[in-house]
């Protein structure tokens, strides 16, 4: 069973940054099980749950939606089965709640239903 658990949110003020964290167990990255991609979503209040940033686990790339591009940057480190979400230049509309996911398999994706794994969450607020 995989499972995930993040940490890191807060409250800042815009322009401020804040790095997530999501320890990861259940699985091993060298097994035939392997995760292959891990991602960060979010969702602000009364709106669905949207791709941020995803990491190819084998190789280290990340891809980034266009609204966090040149301000977020997604890593991992192996040795401790950890994800990280670096987050600079925050601005209130990036408040939200963050959740750590992972997928077996496939391509780079950050649509939710493509993940099989997810974390509970950690609250991002930025304020004006």
């Known amino acids: 069973q995989v499972t995930l658990v993040e940490s890191g949110g807060g409250s800042v003020q815009a322009g401020g940054s804040l790095r997530l964290s999501c320890a990861a167990s259940?699985?091993?990255?060298?097994?035939?099980?392997?995760?292959?991609?891990m991602g960060w979503f979010r969702q602000a209040p009364g709106k669905e749950r949207e791709g941020v940033a995803a990491i190819y686990t084998g190789s280290g790339s990340g891809y980034y939606h266009d609204s966090v591009q040149g301000r977020f940057t997604i890593s991992q480190d192996n040795a401790k089965n950890t994800l990280y979400l670096q987050m600079n230049s925050l601005k209130p509309e990036d408040t939200g709640m963050y959740y750590c996911?992972?997928?077996?398999?496939?391509?780079?994706?950050?649509?939710?239903?493509?993940?099989?794994?997810w974390g509970q969450g950690t609250q991002v607020t930025v304020s004006s």
């Open positions: 259940g699985y091993s990255y060298r097994s035939s099980y392997s995760i292959y991609w």
């Open positions: 996911a992972a997928k077996r398999g496939g391509s780079f994706s950050l649509e939710t239903s493509e993940y099989n794994y």
